[in-house]
């Protein structure tokens, strides 16, 4: 199993080369080219998020992305440190409060990312959230001698 890590600042223009790298593994791993497009705006998006929550937060850890080349699939994890509160948590009924207006956001950008990739696992708790996204490699192709 090889992996790829990546740590950035919370800074926007950092999530271009986290969706330039994360196609260049995925590419090199075997993933069909026909997803690549997918694999790079589902990286965009989870990043995205992770530095959204992380300028919200004011948090100054940088954001990880594990680019992971497993026996027949390809993963990437995208990690942030924010806090996430638990549903029950948030409160209902009352006026839309700029927490409410970034757990909107966030549900989005979570909608966008399970519209672009079949299997995607979301785990968030009090000491951060991860993203695990997942995509089938092919073996490679050898020429006929």
Known sequence: MATVEL????LPEHVRTARLVAAAVARRAGVDEAVLD????????ACSRAVGLHQSGGITAPV???LIE????????????????VAAERVAG????DAD??????EMGLAVISGLVDDVKVT???DGGLIRM?????PPITPLL
């Open 7 to 10: 740590r950035f600042s919370a």
């Open 38 to 45: 997918e694999v790079r705006l589902a990286v965009g998006e």
């Open 64 to 66: 990880k992305v594990a």
């Open 70 to 85: 497993e026996e027949k699939l390809f993963s990437i994890e995208v990690g942030d440190e924010a806090p996430h509160p």
């Open 94 to 97: 009352g006026p839309a409060s």
């Open 101 to 106: 207006v970034e757990a909107e956001e966030d």
């Open 124 to 126: 968030t708790g009090p």
């Open 134 to 138: 997942s995509w089938p490699t092919a």
